[in-house]
Nanobody, 121 residues
Framework: QVQLVESGGGLVQAGGSLRLSCVAS????????MMWYRQAPGNQRELVAS???????NYADSVSGRFTISRDNPKNTVYLQMNNLKPEDTAVYFC???????????????WGQGTQVTVSS
């Protein structure tokens, strides 16, 4: 079994910064894509940013230029550096990883429990 644990959320004023972390643990052989999603009250969960195993990245238009996703493969960790935060960035942020476990040949998707980010105006 694999677990994803996020940390780094909190309350920040508009224009401030936060850095989210997500650590994957368990019987991991390799991790393909790692992603950050967010969900605001009443809204659907949306993809914020993704990073492939080789480091290629993609961002939602709403965060491009302000957020940076990165990963540390030996530590099975993905980060989301969020700068110039806006009130509309307020949401629960979830990490997702596509993981190949021991004794398997396929990748399975795992989610973290989420961390709250609140940006005050």
């Amino acid at each position: 079994q694999v677990q994803l644990v996020e940390s780094g959320g909190g309350l920040v004023q508009a224009g401030g910064s936060l850095r989210l972390s997500c650590v994957a643990s368990g019987s991991i052989v390799s991790i393909n894509a790692m992603m950050w999603y967010r969900q605001a009250p009443g809204n659907q969960r949306e993809l914020v940013a993704s990073v492939g195993s080789s480091g290629n990245t993609n961002y939602a238009d709403s965060v491009s230029g302000r957020f940076t996703i990165s990963r540390d493969n030996p530590k099975n960790t993905v980060y989301l550096q969020m700068n110039n935060l806006k009130p509309e960035d307020t949401a629960v942020y979830f990490c997702r990883a596509d993981v190949r476990e021991q004794r398997t040949v396929y990748f399975r998707t795992y989610w973290g429990q989420g961390t709250q980010v609140t940006v005050s105006s």
